[in-house]
């Protein structure tokens, strides 16, 4: 089955009533370029931009109604990205639109967590680059006891926030400070071996980028699985992955080597040679190892073996169980 993904990429610079921002807009079209196709070119998300200063003015009513359209009548996997200001109010934080003014900033963060929490998408994945964003998904009104900071989302809803509900977001020069840790995280930063990305891989890599004085992102989460939100070039091909048991019957066996591996031998045995060089590849994704020091060239030479680290044990795991 074929799922299909949309997305939409809301960046606000300029304000009726608000001072104007410099990188929001900038942030929102490097989203939407890198959100749009995966690292070999493949179809990601269908991205919608929605900029301001743009071809709309981003209003409450506008804003609004593209919401409507992003979650309606949908069953596959959505995506919703803005960058701009974001104010707390008495009701929960709030997204400023163009027209906002400061008794009437624009619209509630609980308002799409609730078109999220109610459409029929497979997973929603909400990114917001704003002020006090940490407050989307928390229960409005229900203050004392520490309920203020739960979250209520429904399975397959996670919001990605650039900041806690108390904290302001920061702009560096032309980009929001959360959303280039983003987009670091989407172009490769946050995969794993087999090059896919996940939500829960950009929190881990943009919390271990801020420092205990920067602004603190937030994660809230209800999935059953961890698609991804964008494949790049893996460590590792599932197709090598799939060899593992070729040369590991089981996780803790020793495979050994000797200089017919080694193609600038007197030695070398072509077969031989190749398998080095998948143990290569191997040795660099981080699922496999010398029993004894760390270079190929050397456990060849002296006749050593080599071993699946636990994550090559892992990913053996999953080809056994078919899951690769």
């Avoid at 794993?192 to 205990?212: H, K, N």
């Avoid at 999935?223 to 060899?243: F, M, N, T, W, Y």
């Avoid at 089981?250 to 080095?276: G, N, W």
């Avoid at 143990?279 to 050593?304: C, E, H, S, Y």
Wanted: hydrophobic fraction near 40%.
């Amino acid at each position: 089955m074929t799922i299909s993904k949309r997305a939409l990429i809301v960046g606000i610079n300029g304000y009726d009533h608000f001072h104007p921002l410099s990188g929001c807009v900038p942030d929102a079209e490097e989203m939407a370029k890198v959100l749009s196709r995966n690292s070999d070119e493949s179809i990601n998300f269908e991205c919608r931009l929605v900029t301001s200063p743009g071809l709309d003015r981003v209003t409450k009513a506008f804003l609004r109604q593209k919401w409507r359209e992003l979650f309606q009548h949908f069953r596959d996997d959505l995506l919703f990205y803005f960058s701009g200001h974001g104010t707390p109010t008495e009701i929960g934080g709030c997204i400023v639109t163009q027209d906002g003014e400061p008794d009437d900033p624009g619209l509630p963060m609980a308002e799409v967590v609730d078109m999220a929490n109610n459409s029929s998408a497979r997973n929603v994945l909400l990114i917001l680059d704003c002020c006090f964003s940490g407050g989307a998904g928390n229960p409005v009104g229900l203050q004392g006891g520490g309920l203020e900071n739960r979250a209520l989302l429904r399975e397959g809803v996670t919001v990605l926030a650039a900041s806690r509900p108390t904290e302001l977001s920061l702009e560096i020069g032309y980009h929001g400070v959360f959303t280039d840790l983003v987009l670091a995280a989407l172009r490769g930063g946050a995969a794993d071996v087999r090059g896919r990305v996940s939500a829960a891989s950009i929190y881990a890599f943009v919390e271990s980028a801020l420092g205990a004085w920067s602004q603190r992102p937030l994660y809230k989460s209800y999935a059953a699985h961890l698609g991804p939100v964008r494949i790049c070039e893996p460590k590792v091909q599932d197709s090598l992955i799939r060899e593992l048991p070729k040369y590991f019957s089981c996780p803790d066996r020793q495979y050994p080597l000797d200089m017919s591996y080694e193609e600038t031998s007197d030695s070398a045995d072509p077969k031989h040679v190749e398998i080095f060089k998948k143990f290569k590849r191997l040795q660099i994704g981080g699922l496999l190892r010398p029993v004894a020091g760390d270079d190929l060239f050397w456990t060849a030479n002296k006749g050593g073996s080599v071993v699946l680290t636990g994550l090559g044990q892992f990913y053996l795991q999953l080809v056994n169980d078919g899951r690769i």
